[in-house]
């Protein structure tokens, strides 16, 4: 099966492992998500914070969310949702001044349960070392000092953001490993692992709502979704950054109508729950910074967020 990836950034020349070189240009961060939109709605603010500062961020985006929904039957169609879809996510993607997106080609898989999951194409269905051979080599070409991903509950479960959990903690740790060939770069050890998050408490929340997107989930699965609030220990607050982060979302047009996560919330709420974002940092089996000295603890001191009411 070929996957098309697309093309390698220039290659820096040979560094230390783990050591930042004099370049001028700080290291670039990679965000690793599965769905066009999942940038946006978890991490836009904290992208536009950190291009702000001048840190590269590339964007490595496993699907085009092929089975997202269609807002607006004047979008797009079945048959061209990938395509519009991977057009609102660079245009998305502008707004917080990031322009280096490689989509690995899979197919989105749909919800849980649903008869996408079943096609060959999607992206659980590829063998889980393919997708972390790729990730890799994007890891070892891109040489970032910090990887941003989901966490094992993928947000809210979802199975393309379980997956690419699993394959991207995995990539980290190959992307390292000098006995791993991946075709492209040398070992490259990063130097800071965060799984975006969402408050468990904030879903909850959310699912109250008689009109929630969790509404129909049973309450023994919701208490499953997001992060507990104890375990989250970087967030960064983007309350300044917010209109850029509701351009990027917007961006999404085929993602943004009605039964959206943000639909019929109070404008207060949205307004709450679009300030601040919310990252939990992994152990790595290598000698790491100290917490807040990566990009994303810095901008998390540096915006002094204290921690959700
Ligand atoms: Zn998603």
Known sequence: MSIPIATAATATPPAAVGVPTEDVTPAPVLFAYAHPDDEAFGSAGSIALLTGRGVPVVLVCATRGEAGEISDPRL?????????????????????????????????????????????????????????????????????????????????????????????????????????????????????????????????????????????MPPEERAKLGTPEAEIDTIVDVADLRERKVRAIRAHQTQVGEGGPMANLPPEQ??????????????????VSAPGQDPLGVLAQETAAVPAD
Do not use: C, K
Not at 270 to 287: D, I, K, N
């Open 270 to 287: 949205v307004a709450q729950f679009l300030s601040r974002e919310f990252f939990r940092r992994a152990p790595l089996p290598w000698e």
């Open 76 to 216: 797009a169609t079945r048959e061209t949702i990938g395509a519009v879809r991977e057009a609102e996510l660079r245009a998305a993607m502008a707004v917080v001044g990031v322009a280096d997106i490689r989509l690995l080609g899979y197919r989105d898989s749909g919800m849980a349960g649903t008869a996408e999951n079943d096609d060959p194409r999607a992206f659980v269905n590829a063998p889980l070392p393919e997708v972390v051979a790729q990730l890799a080599a994007q890891i070892r070409a891109v040489r970032p000092t910090t990887v941003v991903t989901f966490g094992a509950d993928g947000i809210y479960g979802h199975p393309d953001h379980i997956y690419t959990y699993r394959a991207t903690a995995a990539a980290v740790e190959v992307a390292a490993d000098p006995d791993q060939p991946t075709g492209l770069g040398e070992p490259w050890r990063v130097d800071a692992l965060y799984f975006n998050a969402i408050p468990r408490e904030r879903i909850e929340a959310m699912a109250e709502r008689s009109d929630g997107p969790f509404r129909s």
